[in-house]
T-cell receptor
Framework: DTEVTQTPKHLVMGMTNKKSLKCEQHMGHRAMYWYKQKAKKPPELMFVYSYEKLSINESVPSRFSPECPNSSLLNLHLHALQPEDSALYLC??????????????????FGPGTRLTVL | SQKIEQNSEALNIQEGKTATLTCNYTNYSPAYLQWYRQDPGRGPVFLLLIRENEKEKRKERLKVTFDTTLKQSLFHITASQPADSATYLCALANNAGKSTFGDGTTLTVKP
């Protein structure tokens, strides 16, 4: 199984709602990532989990809360979002985090994304 | 601040020709550089990775070069096909696993 799955595919939420995005991979990867992508823009890194521990937080507002319950799952909890948070949220995984070793371990597999609309 | 520039927003070429995409960067010393393909509404798909101490990598019709002195990577698609039409993203990464993407170049291959 070389796939990263994300649910839901689409999500519409109000500014007072609480929702969660889910990501799953069964490739044995130990690094998982959340990216945000606005239309016609490149993906922007939000969080990196390395061996189930948060290793990078790119100064993301606290209304986004990541969670890595185990090595296969990654969640992004959303609360009190703003309309400007509407975007495509992408999850990715790689065999290992950077750790000074480049090569196949750093190839990132992306999921199809969750299209989020905040009203 | 770090800056990654891809040569143009859009590149149109005729089928069968070689497409060459450019990725330039400043204020960055990447451990490695990756190229991805992204189709509309879908997540990026990994194509090639090249390390800072490598000059060239090939995979089937794809070739990537990396010049850390010029701070530039070139991505070539030979014998291009309409199915190669997509947005191509370069991404620079450090040893901590942090990747920064360029804005992308949208390639259109006309039959």
């Amino acid at each position: 199984d070389t796939e990263v799955t994300q649910t839901p595919k689409h999500l519409v939420m109000g500014m007072t709602n609480k929702k969660s995005l889910k990501c799953e991979q069964h490739m044995g990867h130990r690094a998982m990532y959340w990216y945000k992508q606005k239309a016609k823009k490149p993906p922007e890194l939000m969080f990196v989990y390395s061996y189930e521990k948060l290793s990078i937080n790119e100064s993301v507002p606290s209304r986004f809360s990541p969670e890595c319950p185990n090595s296969s799952l990654l969640n992004l909890h959303l609360h009190a979002l703003q309309p400007e948070d509407s975007a495509l949220y992408l999850c990715a995984s790689s065999q290992r985090p950077g750790q000074g070793v480049a090569g196949q371990w750093n190839e990132q597999f992306f999921g199809p994304g969750t299209r989020l609309t905040v009203l | 601040s770090q800056k990654i520039e891809q040569n143009s927003e859009a590149l149109n070429i005729q089928e069968g020709k070689t497409a060459t995409l450019t990725c330039n960067y400043t204020n960055y010393s990447p451990a490695y550089l990756q190229w991805y393909r992204q189709d509309p509404g879908r997540g990026p798909v990994f194509l090639l990775l090249i390390r800072e101490n490598e000059k060239e990598k090939r995979k089937e019709r794809l070739k990537v070069t990396f010049d850390t002195t010029l701070k530039q990577s070139l991505f070539h698609i030979t014998a291009s096909q309409p199915a190669d039409s997509a947005t191509y993203l370069c991404a620079l990464a450090n040893n901590a696993g942090k990747s920064t993407f360029g804005d992308g170049t949208t390639l259109t291959v006309k039959p």
